[in-house]
T-cell receptor
């Protein structure tokens, strides 16, 4: 089956630093990847849709200058949390859509990255 | 508007009990897809099922079964003879063009199965 990896799986950083999270599709090409944020005991909230070779589309209320997304290849999207603050501490999950799949609605999820900002 | 409601925030059962997790959705689209995911304590989402709006057949997979009823806009999930390993948060999700082709998640139901 389709596998999506995320790196790192967890990260602790100091307030004011930037953190980069990678999302990779391991055995398929993904023209579209999605970034979600999940606060403790809450649901997944879509942050942005990342399209290979073009700018990401951000959901309302998500600061694009704070959450930089780069989708430079068909297998890699990165989310950079710039000048992180404690309120950015969360579980970040990516998902990817297989470009060859006839199922437009199918997404494969990564294992998530837990970010803690001190 | 696209919306998924999981009214049960937390459910606690004893092992071997049957348990049903409710999911009610809202959409004006005639073509849409419904999903169930399991999120164990590790955090990784586990895909359980996808159902399209034209297929109202109920599905059974081992101890899991799903009841899709368009008349009530519900897509309920039943675990038969629950086990401790079933303890997790379960999310119902909706995908449709009216939702801009994005997955819309319900709030989730936390299931605790006690020995």
């Amino acid at each position: 089956g389709a596998v999506v990896s995320q790196h790192p799986s967890w990260v602790i950083c100091k307030s004011g630093t930037s953190v980069k999270i990678e999302c990779r599709s391991l055995d398929f090409q993904a023209t579209t990847m999605f970034w979600y944020r999940q606060f403790p005991k809450q649901s997944l909230m879509l942050m942005a849709t990342s399209n290979e070779g073009s700018k990401a589309t951000y959901e309302q209320g998500v600061e694009k200058d704070k959450f930089l997304i780069n989708h430079a290849s068909l297998t890699l999207s990165t989310l950079t949390v710039t000048s992180a603050h404690p309120e950015d501490s969360s579980f970040y999950i990516c998902s990817a859509r297989d470009r060859t799949s006839g199922s437009y609605n199918e997404q494969f999820f990564g294992p998530g990255t837990r970010l803690t900002v001190l | 508007a696209q919306k998924v409601t999981q009214a049960q925030t937390e459910i606690s059962v004893v092992e071997k009990e049957d348990v049903t997790l409710d999911c009610v959705y809202e959409t004006r689209d005639t073509t849409y897809y419904l999903f169930w995911y399991k999120q164990p304590p590790s955090g990784e989402l586990v895909f359980l099922i996808r159902r399209n709006s034209f297929d109202e057949q109920n599905e059974i997979s081992g101890r899991y079964s799903w009841n899709f009823q368009k008349s009530t806009s519900s897509f309920n999930f039943t675990i038969t003879a629950s086990q401790v390993v079933d303890s997790a948060v379960y999310f119902c999700a909706l995908f449709s063009s009216g939702g801009y082709n994005k997955l819309i998640f319900g709030a989730g139901t936390r299931l605790a199965v006690h020995p």
